[in-house]
Structure formats: structure tokens, C-alpha cells
């Protein structure tokens, strides 16, 4: 074997020993004050004229009822281990959208055909990544394509399709990957402005958000290497670009902030009365660090109510016959970030969980919770 094939594949070593002493040395950080806050604080079981449906890690099915949106569809969460290979899982992704969750792409035109144009855009309409890593884009090229959605794209997401199609072979249509590649929105980049997308009464905007800083996660930034396919590991699942996602809609504006890291926007183009905020790793921050990334996002949109998302393990199948139940990813230190998110809310932002793979509406006005903060 040639030193450059040889090379990638002792990096990869290398990366999964260090990702194994670390997951030994650090499972006993306690996240047992977080998980008895979790059933206490989740939104009851609703339907508004905006539904939100999470997904795990920091996925969401957004619904008016006609158009669906999709934010990081990281639905096979693969039980194997994340040193093991990893790929797409049709029959899982299938599932959801047989359960009709996810409804197959189609236009509201009236007789007689005509343009389809984007408000006329119903069923899942629009998908986005927030970025590379496997637990946010591992299967959202294959959620797109069964749907017949538009995809968000860049050059990474372009490798993960390329990739996923190669991989299913004819298990999925030819047709449904060339579809695809016609649906293609642009994405956003580090130091770009936001980029804005309608779908149906959905307003969709993009901004470019700096990834969380952890010594793991560096070793995951930049993009893939030519050639990338499926089966693949975890470090193969590059970040590329990371964003945050503001939805509009008449009945009220959500903001998405899949990784605690601070969204590259001026504060009116965060204005939102919801905060989907990913806490992973906030734990191993300092204090200061985690006031300051909730002041950029959460204060500066001015939100009244704060989703905490991105605290799970990945692991397992999700649905609402499970009960909605998620297990946290112990290495993420999430007592210690509670205790600084239970401050910063107390009294002013009323602070939540959405249960795993049932349907909330995120504006629902709840009696604010008296227990789960010190």
C-alpha cells in the first residue's frame, strides 16, 4: 500500500483510539440534575398552526400543515458505536417517511398547470444540513431525495449525495438522485451574508455560524477527501460549512442554532420568538464563554422561550411510540452548562425541551415550569 492511501487510514486510527479514552475517561460526567428537568420542562403534545417536531440531536420537522421543512434529518442514528462504520439506513429513513411525517414533495398549482412557484411549494419543500458532521447530514441527501425535495447544497453536501447515491445503487431511483441534483438551493459560507429561501408561507434564511471549539471537534473541520463513500467512520464526516437557520412564518419565527456557537448575522435578522439552541460540548466551556454565546443568540433575538436540542447520544431509533425518550451523551458535561443556562433564563426566558419524534407547537403558551433549576 502507497504511503498516501496508508496515511489517511492511521489518522483514522489514531482518532478513534483518542475518541475511545476520552468516551472511557469521561463517561461518569454527570448529567443527572439535567435529565430530571427533561420531562418537567418538555412541551406537552400539540397542534398549532406551526408544528415542530424533533428528530433528535438537533434535527427538526418543522409543518404549517402544508409545506415541511427539514433541519439536519439525522434519522438512522446508527447503534453500532461511532468507531464503527457508519452509513445511511434506508429502511429507518423510509420509515419516517412512511409514518407520514414527512410528506413527498408536490406543487399546489391550480387546473391546468402553470410555473410552480415557491410559495406554491407543499410536502417536504426544502432541506438543510447545518453542516457536515455525520449526526447532522449523514442522511440528508437521502431524505431530499425520497421526498423529491430541494436540497440545501455546497461542495460538502454535493459529496455526501454523490456518495449516497453510489451507495443505495437501484434501491433508490435513478431518477429521484437527478431530480435532486436540479433542486439544489446555494448554502451559506464564513464571512458571506445570509441567504434567504422561500417555501410555501415559510421564509428560510441561512447564516453562517462558527462551530463550537472543542479539541474533537477540530480534528473533524475543513472538508472530505475526494473519493469519500459509504461505509465510512466518523472522522470522515467533515464539518465544511456550518449554519444557523431563521424560519419565518405568519404564525411566528423560530431561530435554529444547531451547534453553540455564536450566528454571523446582524440582531434583526435573528429576531425570533423561539431559540432551538445545541448545547454539545457547552459543558466544557467557561463560564463567561457560554453568557457570551447565549447573549448572541438567545439575547439578541430577543426570544421569549429557549429549546434546548443537541444533548443526546445519537443512538437508537426515535418515534412517538418510544415515548419521546432521549439518553444524554454523558461526555458533554451537561450539569455543568445547566446550572449556567438555569441562571441566564430565570425569569425572563422560559426554558424547554421538545420529546423526540412528537409533533409540538413551539408558541403554545405553558404555565413556566417550577422545578428542574437549582
Known sequence: MGTELAQPRVRGRLFAACVAGLVLLLA??????FMESVAPRSLPPSRGAV???????SGLLIDDGATQIVIDGFLTRPDKGLLSPMAPDLKTIRAWLND??????????????GTCTEEER???????AAHGHYDHALDTPTVAALTGSWLVRDDWIDEITRA????????????AWAALRSHGLASASKGSPPVEHRAGA??????????????????????????????????????GNSLSVHVAHPAGSLLVVPTFGVPEAPAERLRAEVVFLGIGFAGWKEPTERIRVWQQTVGRS???RVVLTHWDNNKGSISAETGGALKPLGVLRLDRSWKSFCALAS??????????????????????PSVGCP
Not at 100 to 113: D, E, K, L, Q, S
Not at 203 to 227: F, S
Open 122 to 128: 407543499r410536502g417536504v419543500s426544502l432541506v438543510v
Open 202 to 239: 415559510f421564509t428560510v434564511t441561512l447564516i453562517p455560524t462558527l462551530h463550537v471549539d472543542y479539541p474533537g471537534v477540530r480534528l473533524l473541520r475543513g472538508v472530505p477527501d475526494v473519493g469519500f463513500s459509504f461505509p465510512t467512520r466518523l472522522f470522515a464526516m467533515k464539518e
Open 164 to 175: 449516497s447515491e453510489a451507495y443505495f445503487g437501484n434501491a433508490v431511483p435513478a431518477e
Open 302 to 304: 430577543g426570544a421569549h
Open 347 to 368: 425569569g425572563m426566558v422560559d426554558m424547554r425541551f421538545a420529546p423526540a419524534g412528537v409533533a409540538v407547537d413551539p408558541f403554545i403558551a405553558t404555565t413556566a
Open 28 to 33: 461518569g460526567c454527570s448529567s443527572a440534575e
Open 51 to 57: 408544528t415542530v417536531t424533533n428528530l433528535g440531536v
Open 100 to 113: 407520514n411525517r414527512m410528506r413527498a414533495f408536490h406543487c399546489a398549482v391550480p387546473a391546468g398547470g
